[in-house]
C-alpha cells in the first residue's frame, strides 16, 4: 500500500470516527441540535404551528399574555380549529387571533403563514415568534427564515416532554428520531440549511 493511500485511508477513517461520534452526541443530546431558543424578545407576531401534542397554543397564549406579541396567527390544516380554541380557553382575545388553515407540511407552514405576514392588517409584521414543539423550531424556524429574509423571525418553542424520562409516555423519541430525517431532507429537498 503506498503512503498515500495510507493516509487517504487514515483521513478517511478519522472523518467517519467522527460523524459516528457527532450521530451518538445527536441522538443522547437532542435538544443540543434540534432546539432553538430565541431567548427573551418582542415581536409583531406570534405564528403557532400545527402538531405537537397541542402544547403549542399554550406555549403562545404564554407569551401572548406577557406582552410579547399583540396577534397571533394559528397556521396548519389538521388542527386549526382546536389550536385556536386552546388559545382562546387560555385567555387569548378571538379578534387577535388571525388563521392560516391550508399549510399541511412546515414548508408550507412558513409559505402561506408568509402571505399573511406581508399583508396590510398585519402592519406588514418585521419581527415574528414561530412557537412549535422544541424538537422541530430548528426546521420550523430555518424553513421561515429561508422563504422571507426580509423578515426577523424568532423561536420560542414548548418544552412539552424535553426531559427524555417522558419521552416514552409522550412518544416524543419517535419524533425525534424522526426529525433528523426531516432535517436532512428538508436541506437535500429545498436546499433550506437548518445551520
Known amino acids: 500500500m503506498t503512503r498515500a493511500r495510507k493516509r487517504f485511508l487514515k483521513i478517511g477513517l478519522a472523518f467517519s470516527a467522527f460523524f459516528l461520534l457527532l ?73 387577535v387571533i388571525e388563521m392560516e388553515n391550508q399549510s399541511r407540511t412546515t414548508k408550507e407552514n412558513a409559505q402561506f403563514t408568509i402571505q399573511l405576514l406581508h399583508k396590510p392588517n398585519l402592519l406588514h409584521a418585521k419581527r415574528v415568534i414561530i412557537v412549535t414543539s422544541w424538537y422541530h423550531s430548528r426546521r420550523a424556524l430555518a424553513c421561515f427564515r429561508h422563504y422571507a429574509p426580509d423578515i426577523q423571525f424568532y423561536s420560542r418553542p414548548s418544552y412539552f416532554a424535553s426531559a427524555h424520562a417522558d419521552w416514552a409516555h409522550n412518544r416524543i423519541g419517535n419524533r425525534v428520531r424522526l426529525e433528523y430525517a426531516k432535517l436532512l431532507g428538508y436541506w437535500i429537498r429545498y436546499g433550506i440549511c437548518p445551520f
Open 23 to 95: 450521530a451518538a452526541i445527536a441522538i443522547l443530546f437532542p435538544q443540543w441540535f434540534l432546539c432553538v431558543d430565541s431567548g427573551p424578545v418582542k415581536a409583531d407576531v406570534i405564528v403557532v404551528l400545527g402538531g405537537g401534542s397541542h402544547e403549542r397554543p399554550g406555549r403562545a397564549a404564554e407569551l401572548f399574555k406577557g406582552q410579547i406579541a399583540p396577534r397571533i396567527i394559528v397556521s396548519g390544516w389538521g388542527d386549526y380549529k382546536i389550536n385556536r380554541q386552546l388559545l382562546i380557553e387560555a385567555g387569548v382575545p378571538s379578534g
